[in-house]
């Protein structure tokens, strides 16, 4: 669904700028299939029934969101003891550049924090070299398979037709693993819509960090971040694909609704819209993108506590909102977090 592909291009979050641009126009020379058959893949058996129940579950979750509210501004929730606080702010990777979302709690974090948490590095050059080994060792067949040789003729048809929206030939994403794929188009129709990974809210605050010399902790390697995916199933993969494929045509109105759902503080909106397995459209994805990683943060969060200072936690909305979000474990494991 539209909602777990920008979890997917958050997971890359500023990698977005790394992401290396597709070809629009020169062909891949074909090379031999040696990936399993479509078939070895489980169907719906009514594909086009499926396609309108998950279409009537997006929008449930966009009527309840829409019906919520929130404080007006996006959360700060606060942990802290005697000699430690830690400031946790959920953030939206890619935004539309004239977008205010600051406040002036979310400036004083800013200023106060001589730590300044981030999901993973993905600015540094070192980041960058790290990212592109990534993708082109995760991310792309070594082994002369095309992606459609994991799709069937009506799969087909439909990569086509959401390629041809942003103006891309199929043979661009032929090389390309099936998760690659859906990265690059959700990244790909989010900044042609206007969407900026440079006006993302971890690129503001990484500026003012470094111009008053606070350090930088991440909380995951990029192997984490986008290896659990990564390594998914192909059938998996390839059902997460399709997904982002069939919702591609609706559009900016639907990132727009998350965006203004973050920016108005609405959790109870946000955990319906991004936090949840049926906006996955499996299981093993919302585990691989969400709920695995929150419990991985959640006791890494906890132990900061440990250290003196102030720190500033800022990771993706997603992973703050419904029950399995980061806050939910941290306050199962006794903590006191101040906020919704």
Same mark, same amino acid.
């Given at each position: 669904?539209?909602?777990?592909?920008?979890?997917?291009?958050?997971?890359?979050?500023?990698? *977005?700028?790394?992401?290396? *641009?597709? @070809?629009?126009?020169?062909?891949?020379?074909?090379?031999?299939?040696?990936?399993?058959?479509?078939?070895?893949?489980?169907?719906?058996?009514?594909?086009?029934?499926?396609?309108?129940?998950?279409?009537?579950?997006?929008?449930?979750?966009?009527? #309840?969101?829409?019906?919520?509210?929130?404080?007006?501004?996006?959360?700060?929730?606060?942990?802290?003891?005697? @000699?430690?606080? =830690?400031?946790?702010?959920?953030?939206?990777?890619?935004?539309?550049?004239?977008?205010?979302?600051?406040?002036?709690?979310?400036?004083?974090?800013?200023?106060?924090?001589?730590?300044?948490?981030?999901?993973? @590095?993905?600015?540094?050059?070192?980041?960058?070299?790290?990212?592109?080994?990534?993708?082109?060792?995760?991310?792309?067949?070594?082994?002369?398979?095309?992606?459609?040789?994991?799709?069937?003729?009506?799969?087909?048809?439909?990569?086509?037709?959401?390629?041809?929206?942003?103006? =891309?030939?199929?043979?661009?994403?032929?090389?390309?693993?099936?998760?690659?794929?859906?990265?690059?188009?959700?990244?790909?129709?989010?900044?042609?819509?206007? #969407?900026?990974?440079?006006?993302?809210?971890?690129?503001?605050?990484?500026?003012?960090?470094?111009?008053?010399?606070?350090?930088?902790?991440?909380?995951?390697?990029?192997? %984490?971040?986008?290896?659990? #995916?990564?390594?998914?199933?192909?059938?998996?993969?390839?059902?997460?694909?399709? %997904?982002?494929?069939?919702?591609?045509?609706?559009?900016?109105?639907? =990132? @727009?609704?998350?965006?203004?759902?973050?920016?108005?503080?609405?959790?109870?909106?946000?955990?319906?819209?991004?936090?949840?397995?049926?906006? #996955?459209?499996?299981?093993?994805?919302?585990?691989?993108? =969400?709920?695995?990683?929150?419990?991985?943060?959640?006791?890494?969060?906890?132990?900061?506590?440990?250290?003196?200072?102030?720190?500033?936690?800022?990771?993706?909305?997603?992973?703050?909102?419904?029950?399995?979000?980061?806050?939910?474990?941290?306050?199962?494991?006794?903590?006191?977090?101040?906020?919704?």
């Amino acid at each position: 669904m539209l909602f777990s592909r920008l979890i997917l291009s958050a997971m890359a979050g500023a990698a *977005a700028l790394a992401l290396p *641009a597709c @070809d629009r126009g020169a062909a891949v020379e074909a090379a031999p299939t040696v990936a399993e058959a479509p078939a070895s893949c489980v169907r719906p058996a009514d594909p086009a029934a499926a396609l309108a129940a998950s279409a009537e579950a997006e929008a449930r979750a966009m009527a #309840f969101a829409a019906e919520s509210r929130g404080p007006g501004a996006p959360v700060l929730w606060t942990l802290k003891d005697e @000699d430690t606080t =830690l400031y946790i702010l959920g953030t939206v990777h890619l935004l539309r550049p004239d977008l205010v979302w600051r406040t002036p709690e979310i400036d004083a974090a800013i200023a106060a924090a001589d730590t300044v948490v981030f999901e993973a @590095d993905t600015t540094s050059e070192q980041a960058g070299r790290d990212l592109m080994k990534f993708f082109s060792s995760e991310g792309m067949f070594s082994d002369g398979t095309q992606l459609t040789s994991l799709l069937t003729a009506p799969e087909i048809e439909q990569l086509e037709a959401a390629l041809s929206e942003i103006g =891309l030939p199929l043979d661009a994403v032929q090389p390309m693993r099936p998760w690659y794929a859906a990265l690059n188009l959700s990244v790909m129709q989010m900044t042609e819509e206007g #969407f900026d990974p440079s006006a993302g809210v971890e690129m503001k605050i990484e500026a003012e960090a470094k111009a008053k010399g606070a350090a930088f902790v991440y909380l995951e390697t990029v192997d %984490q971040q986008l290896g659990e #995916f990564a390594r998914l199933d192909s059938c998996a993969q390839v059902e997460f694909l399709m %997904q982002s494929v069939q919702t591609m045509d609706q559009g900016d109105e639907m =990132l @727009d609704l998350l965006v203004s759902e973050w920016a108005d503080g609405d959790t109870a909106g946000l955990g319906a819209l991004m936090a949840s397995p049926e906006e #996955f459209g499996s299981v093993a994805a919302y585990d691989a993108l =969400l709920k695995n990683r929150n419990e991985r943060w959640t006791p890494i969060i906890a132990g900061m506590l440990e250290a003196p200072g102030t720190r500033l936690i800022a990771v993706g909305a997603g992973h703050l909102a419904g029950e399995d979000s980061v806050i939910t474990m941290l306050r199962a494991e006794g903590y006191e977090v101040t906020g919704p």
